[in-house]
């Protein structure tokens, strides 16, 4: 009989165990789902606002090979479009790069997300099993009075103000 108990209470905390870690792997894939498309919406936010800044004509795909001296107003517009061009290549650089710093903190944010989901969980545990130590003191204690029944003698005052703080601790500190 106490074989079987204990391969069921082996079976009971494998099973819990493995329950566990299942939900921690599946906190763990949320987070992280949660965390990129937190960072995919960011990144599209400044696409769209880059593509409103940097909103310009269309380009033009017809030069002529030799500059006519009476357009030196015209070439310039073409160099300082060039520039512009190329300005915005760098910028639109600097913002891919943001975005991928943007995609990396979120993704640094789980790990600590999770670690502190499960930091909270062992002190539960821990106030739980401080718990269940007292309630299978107390059982004893129980167990041990129903087979030797109750003391004899002088202690019988002590064991009725125990009797009496009993009922006062369990009710609150009220008096029943």
């Given amino acids: 009989m106490l074989g079987a108990e204990q391969k069921a209470r082996e079976e009971s ?21 949660r965390a990129r498309v937190a960072a995919k919406a960011e990144q599209k936010e400044l696409e769209l606002l880059f593509l409103r800044w940097t909103k310009s004509e269309p380009q033009i795909y017809y030069a002529p090979t ?31 790069e943001y975005q991928k710093e943007i995609e990396e903190r979120y993704l640094g944010n789980v790990e600590k997300e999770l670690e502190r989901w499960q930091n909270a969980r062992k002190a ?4 739980n099993e401080a718990m269940n130590l007292q309630e299978t003191m107390d059982k004893e204690l129980e167990t041990h009075r129903m087979e030797h029944g109750p003391k004899k003698g002088r202690h019988l005052e002590l064991e ?4 009496k703080m009993e009922v006062e601790d369990i009710s609150g500190g009220r008096m029943i």
């Fill in 13 to 33: 905390e494998r099973l819990r165990l493995q329950e566990r870690e299942n939900l921690t792997e599946k906190r763990r894939r949320d987070l992280t789902l």
């Fill in 66 to 96: 030799k500059a006519l001296e009476e357009d030196t107003t015209e070439t310039e517009q073409r160099k300082e479009q060039v520039r512009l061009l190329e300005w915005k290549a760098a910028k639109r650089q600097e913002v891919s």
């Fill in 124 to 127: 539960r545990k821990a106030n």
């Fill in 160 to 163: 009725e103000k125990m009797k």
